[in-house]
């Protein structure tokens, strides 16, 4: 190696750490903003802040001659990072630890919630006939699990959790019965005639997957199936972190899924179908990909790896499914009569329409 070529890694070694030591100093002012927010009972999260930083670092790229995409996935990872941060120094909970059982506690959601509950201090004990989870202790039966514990999270798959959910209710528990299916409709009978019997019986959906790194922007439904108390009860359970609480009856739950899931997965499934019925194969269009075609192709595929049969059970199980396939169609067709129209005006107002129903600027995905 020239001596040359040895100075100027030298320079840039030195310079990686001057920026590494600038990366130190801003989480130290981070963490003093995250003490303000606290003590002033601001949300972690501010989207508004969020959108400021990432013109900050467009503007400033754009001064210093660097990639604008280059400066939008650093300024991302400061502000997760900074996220991150403010939520682990969270104020302690208020409230009491309880006796938590997760039942389906060996899947990946049952372990997230496992950890979450130990992190927040409750004790946990898992159940599932699939197998133990070794870093928590395990019910070897069911029912006098359910008989010794204060909560009962149910976060097993759609269709198994319907049994599950009878036979733990079966035994007129006392404690608080909780599921956390990402649909209702095969259950919502069983949950309100439970509620309406004075079981302590309430419903949740966290819209985020296990391998979420940060609760900040993330949002769980809390259902109340008719006993008022229980839902405030499974709220409580995530108030104190920086999750997102919206509370729903679990009558109108899936009303709200059959567009946020249902229509989400649908629009991946239909791409990727009408892809592969199209003759042509992947690496053949991308020879002529657009910024669009591959913003397109990331979220089929990432839908297109998912458990089939789960993405089965979200559109099958959900009785409002035949509505939306209902309102697709006639949506379907008012955009195929835009297109072949030779007057641009309605495919115009259509797109004019989308402009409007979305904010200036959505959220960034922190991971």
């Excluded at 890694?9 to 920026?19: H, L």
């Excluded at 699939?130 to 039966?141: C, H």
């Excluded at 010794?148 to 959910?165: N, R, S």
């Excluded at 990909?289 to 089965?312: D, G, I, W």
Aim: aromatic content about 8%.
């Amino acid at each position: 190696m020239s001596q040359r070529l040895q100075e100027l890694r030298t320079r840039i070694a030195a310079i990686d750490a001057e920026i590494l030591r600038l990366a130190a100093d801003r989480l130290k002012i981070v963490q003093q903003v995250g003490a303000v927010k606290r003590e002033e009972g601001v949300a972690v999260r501010s989207f508004a802040a969020e959108a400021e930083v990432l013109e900050r670092f467009r503007r400033l790229a754009g001064e210093y001659g660097l990639d604008e995409h280059f400066a939008e996935k650093l300024a991302l990872q400061l502000i997760s990072v900074s996220v991150r941060l403010q939520e682990d120094e969270l104020s302690e909970r208020t409230v009491l630890a309880k006796r938590i059982l997760i039942v389906g506690g060996a899947g990946k959601m049952g372990r997230w919630l496992a950890r979450f509950f130990a992190n927040q201090g409750h004790q946990v004990v898992t159940f599932d006939r699939k197998g133990a989870v070794d870093e928590f202790e395990t019910a070897d039966a069911l029912e006098p699990a359910v008989q010794q514990a204060d909560v009962v999270l149910i976060a097993t798959p759609l269709v198994e959790g319907k049994l599950v959910l009878q036979e733990i209710l079966s035994q007129q528990p006392a404690a608080l019965v909780v599921d956390i299916f990402s649909l209702k409709s095969h259950v919502l009978e069983l949950l309100q005639t439970s509620a309406a019997n004075g079981l302590r019986v309430a419903s949740v959906h966290p819209l985020f997957g296990p391998n979420v790194q940060t609760l900040s922007g993330r949002v769980i439904v809390v259902c109340d199936c008719g006993n008022a108390s229980a839902a405030a009860e499974a709220e409580a359970l995530f108030r104190e972190t920086a999750l997102a609480i919206t509370r729903l009856s679990v009558a109108e739950h899936d009303e709200y899924m059959q567009y946020v899931l249902g229509l989400s997965h649908l629009a991946s499934i239909l791409f990727f179908t009408t892809l592969h019925e199209s003759g042509r194969g992947f690496n053949d269009l991308v020879r002529t990909a657009s910024t669009t075609f591959y913003k397109q192709a990331r979220a089929a595929a990432e839908v297109a790896r998912e458990n089939p049969y789960l993405y089965y059970e979200i559109q099958h199980l959900n009785r409002h499914s035949a509505e939306l396939f209902d309102l697709l169609n006639r949506s379907l067709a008012k955009l195929q009569a835009a297109v072949l129209s030779d007057d641009p005006a309605t495919f115009v107002a259509l797109m004019a329409a989308g402009r409007d129903y979305f904010p200036e600027t959505l959220p960034a995905e922190l991971g």
